[in-house]
């Protein structure tokens, strides 16, 4: 089985300064890993995965996330926040076999302030 | 352009009352999965379709139906809502392969109001 958590349930940062959302998973086999997106009432949108290949992945929106396997960590950063950025962050795994069930953290909700 | 389309967006429907809600998609995907989300948590998996074989979580209670008439349908029937089945409702497809599957494409969602 695999589980995830997402370090922080609400992140306030101020417009154009940097930010990290943390993301470690756990999981006994191969994942892909997942950062969603949600808008106040809206379904989710898929701002980045990691499938294979390069640990850094870019996304949409200038945000980027890099895989640590070692750490079992995939943690989401964008260098300069937007007041449109705020909103629900989900990451996600999803069994490379198996269950093929993805997996959600608790979500961080980002808040930026002016 | 390909998409997800939930309809309604808001629906409102009394205690007892069965509600009907709709997914259709574009992707051609085979997989469809319907959520339920309540505020301020993550997505939880209800049941899905991969074709036409129905897969229900082990948690979802009766009360919750599905249907796929086709490829591109999907419907989540709530046969006797409570208050407590308030809550946003999430389509979404996927195409699995041979290899497994990968990302989920999600429409926008459903705001279910029981009064």
């Known amino acids: 089985a695999q589980s995830v958590t997402q370090l922080d349930s609400q992140v306030p940062v101020f417009e154009e300064a940097p930010v990290e959302l943390r993301c470690n998973y756990s999981?006994?086999?191969?994942?892909?890993l997942f950062w969603y997106v949600q808008y106040p009432n809206q379904g989710l949108q898929l701002l980045l995965k990691y499938l294979s290949g390069s640990t850094l992945v870019k996304g949409i929106n200038g945000f980027e996330a890099e895989f640590n396997k070692s750490q079992t960590s995939f943690h989401l950063r964008k260098p300069s926040v937007h007041i449109s950025d705020t909103a629900e962050y989900f990451c996600?795994?999803?069994?490379?076999?198996?269950?093929?069930?993805?997996?959600f953290g608790q979500g961080t909700r980002l808040t930026i302030n002016p | 352009d390909a998409m997800v389309i939930q309809n309604p967006r808001y629906q409102v429907t009394q205690f007892g009352k069965p509600v009907t809600l709709s997914c259709s998609q574009t992707?051609?995907?085979?997989?469809m999965y319907w959520y339920q989300q309540k505020s301020s948590q993550a997505p939880k998996l209800l049941f899905h379709?991969?074709?036409?074989?129905?897969?229900n979580e082990a948690d979802t209670p009766d009360n919750f139906q599905s249907r796929r008439p086709n490829t591109s349908f999907c419907f989540l029937d709530i046969r006797s809502p409570g208050l407590g089945d308030a809550a946003m409702y999430l389509c979404a497809t996927s195409l699995r392969t041979g290899t497994g599957s990968y990302e989920q494409y999600f429409g926008p969602g459903t705001r279910l109001t029981v009064t």
């Open positions: 999981s006994s086999v191969s994942v892909y």
């Open positions: 992707l051609n995907h085979n997989v």
């Open positions: 996600a795994v999803l069994a490379i076999q198996g269950a093929q069930k993805l997996v």
């Open positions: 379709y991969y074709d036409k074989d129905f897969n």
